[in-house]
T-cell receptor, first 113, second 113 residues
Framework: AQSVTQPDIHITVSEGASLELRCNYSYGATPYLFWYVQSPGQGLQLLLK??????LVQGIKGFEAEFKRSQSSFNLRKPSVHWSDAAEYFCAVDLNTGNQFYFGTGTSLTVIP | EPEVTQTPSHQVTQMGQEVILRCVPISNHLYFYWYRQILGQKVEFLVS????????KSEIFDDQFSVERPDGSNFTLKIRSTKLEDSAMYFCASTAGLNTEAFFGQGTRLTVV
């Protein structure tokens, strides 16, 4: 069965520190990959996406993600987090079957001063 | 920037009552979706809609659920007889085409009492 795994339920980092959020998918072919962010009480905002081409993709708010086919991973990174980055982060895959996204369980990010 | 809008932001209803959640997708988009997120859990796909018919639905989307695009702008989700376990945040999304970025609304928090 297809699945998306975000192994880290909750991560706490200090402001200014680097961040990496993990995402692994289980699917036979390469899906389309997304990272969304959800601030408290808000909807889902797209951070970045990977369809094909360069495996390192740049997104909004200084985020980037790298697709690694050999590891079936699409980890999200930011070199220096800001307090406003505190939110829930969801990795999602689209299996090219009509935009049915499969979401991971999310990683909650806390940023401490 | 165009956005998906959802109304109401919060709906409280008694068990057994019918509810209609409303969404206005982005105007030139062709594919429409409903997702839900039970508190503390991941975002789950409910249904996709294209060309005035359901194109895909999950096992969650049983006979109690229906969707409609009654005019050129609104996309609604109806739950005929709500159950306590229907309490969740419901997100509407739309896309311009297959395998493109999905834009999500802010969500409607449904509380069934």
């Amino acid at each position: 069965a297809q699945s998306v795994t975000q192994p880290d339920i909750h991560i706490t980092v200090s402001e200014g520190a680097s961040l990496e959020l993990r995402c692994n998918y289980s699917y036979g072919a390469t899906p389309y990959l997304f990272w969304y962010v959800q601030s408290p009480g808000q909807g889902l905002q797209l951070l970045l996406k990977y369809f094909s081409g360069d495996t390192l993709v740049q997104g909004i708010k200084g985020f980037e993600a790298e697709f690694k086919r050999s590891q079936s991973s699409f980890n999200l990174r930011k070199p220096s987090v800001h307090w406003s980055d505190a939110a829930e982060y969801f990795c999602a895959v689209d299996l090219n079957t009509g935009n049915q996204f499969y979401f991971g369980t999310g990683t909650s990010l806390t940023v401490i001063p | 920037e165009p956005e998906v809008t959802q109304t109401p932001s919060h709906q409280v209803t008694q068990m057994g009552q019918e509810v209609i959640l409303r969404c206005v997708p982005i105007s030139n988009h062709l594919y429409f979706y409903w997702y839900r997120q039970i508190l503390g859990q991941k975002v789950e796909f409910l249904v996709s809609f294209y060309n005035n018919e359901i194109s895909e639905k999950s096992e969650i989307f049983d006979d109690q659920f229906s969707v409609e695009r009654p005019d050129g702008s609104n996309f609604t989700l109806k739950i005929r007889s709500t159950k306590l376990e229907d309490s969740a945040m419901y997100f509407c999304a739309s896309t311009a085409g297959l395998n493109t970025e999905a834009f999500f609304g802010q969500g409607t928090r449904l509380t069934v009492v």
